[in-house]
Each structure stands twice: as C-alpha cells, then as structure tokens.
C-alpha cells in the first residue's frame, strides 16, 4: 500500500522568507503523480502545484516549487517570499497511474508571520 | 466556473441519528470522491463514482455509510446511525475524465459534522 509522511506537524515563517516544507512516500510504482493541497482555514482544498513522476523536470507554479527526488522517493514544497495569505494547512498526496485513489499525508501547520 | 457545491456546512446529530450529506460537482466532471477528514489527518477516500457507477467503496463503512450518484450528477452520503468516531469533515471532489487537467481533483468546502 502506498503511504505518505509528512514529518513536518507545525511550521513557521518570516513573511517574505523562504521554508520548505518535506513529504516522503513508500510505493512500488513507476508511475505516479504526486500533489500538493493547502487547505485554508476556510477549509477548501486548493492544488498548489502537481508533479508526474515520469518527468525529470520539477515542477513550478509561480512562488510555488517542488524538489522531487524519485530514488530517494521524496517530494518537499518549497515557498518562496511567503505571504500572509499562504497560511494554512498544506498536504502532500500520491495518486498511482491511471487510478484516481488519492492517498494524503497527516498536513503540515504553516504559519506566516507578519 | 462554479466549483464543487456541498450542503451543509455544518451538522450536529446525537449517536445513533441519521444525516445526510450533498455534493454538486464541477459542471461535466464525471468523477466523483467522497472524503472522510478527521481532525488532525488527512482526509481519506470513501467512495469514488465514475458517472453513476461506484469505482472503489472499499474503504466505505458499509454497515452504516450509504452513497449514491443520481443521474451521475449530484450526490448524496449517508450515514445511519451515526457514532461518535464518524465526527469529521467530509469532502467531496470531483475531476474530469480525460486531458490535460485529469487526476486534479477540485474539492467542495466539507461539511462539519459533530456526533455528540
């Protein structure tokens, strides 16, 4: 079974730093596509920014960047020059290839401060 | 583009109680997940619809949760009776079935429901 760890509960940032937030998974897959959701306090999952584990090329939305090391089955978000708004609770998913069962990590708290 | 609508946002039943929870999805998603988010985890998949058929219920309760898809559009999760441990947030998603934009599932805001 595929699972995913966030060993980060709580994390926080200077507004305008950086912080990286780590995700590690366990599969047996080649394929897969691997996520990251922020959850407000509003509580609506919004996507950050996806990766497919075919591309060697790590993904980049924006503020929003993503080391994905596949050997070492790791995947950390980075956020650069953090805003208030990007408070929230944020979680790394894995979801197999051509199958849409989504597994999520426990989230990690991230909260900016003024 | 309106998103996924869910209704109530919030419910507050006594154990053994029924309730029921509604989803409308993203206008011609034919992909449907329920969610179960427990305080403090990450939300974990329930049922997920493909049009009006069910895909995978493996991780459902089926000895009190209940789900369908009418028309496969809207649907509806049930829970009869509920216990103290079904208090949670449950999402419902939705993705759509081919291009680009597939396997992104785009979530409703959840309903909170307490079991007291």
């Known amino acids: 079974a595929q699972t995913v760890t966030q060993s980060q509960p709580e994390m926080s940032v200077q507004e305008a730093e950086t912080v990286t937030l780590s995700c590690t998974y366990d599969t047996s897959e080649n394929n897969y596509y691997l996520f990251w959701y922020k959850q407000p306090p509003s509580r609506q999952m919004i996507l950050v920014i996806r990766?497919?584990?075919?591309?060697?090329q790590n993904a980049t939305e924006n503020r929003f960047s993503v080391n994905f090391q596949k050997a070492a089955k790791s995947f950390s978000l980075k956020i650069s020059d953090s805003q208030l708004g990007d408070t929230a609770m944020y979680f790394c998913?894995?979801?197999?290839?051509?199958?849409?069962?989504?597994?999520f990590g426990a989230g990690t708290r991230l909260t900016v401060k003024p | 583009e309106a998103g996924v609508a869910q209704s109530p946002r919030y419910k507050i039943i006594e154990k053994r109680q029924s309730v029921a929870f509604w989803c409308n999805p993203i206008s011609g998603h034919a992909t449907l997940y329920w969610y179960q988010q427990i305080l403090g985890q990450g939300p974990k998949l329930l049922i997920q619809?493909?049009?009006?058929?069910?895909?995978?219920d493996s991780q459902l309760p089926k000895d009190r949760f209940s789900a369908e898809r009418l028309k496969g559009v809207d649907s509806t999760l049930k829970i009869q009776p509920a216990k103290l441990e079904d208090s949670a947030v449950y999402l419902c998603?939705?993705?759509?079935?081919?291009?680009?934009?597939?396997?992104?599932?785009?979530f409703g805001a959840g309903t909170r429901l307490s079991v007291l």
């Open positions: 998913a894995f979801m197999r290839y051509n199958n849409n069962d989504m597994r």
């Open positions: 619809f493909q049009n009006n058929g069910v895909v995978d």
């Open positions: 990766q497919e584990a075919y591309k060697q």
């Open positions: 998603a939705s993705s759509s079935a081919g291009g680009v934009w597939e396997n992104i599932q785009y």
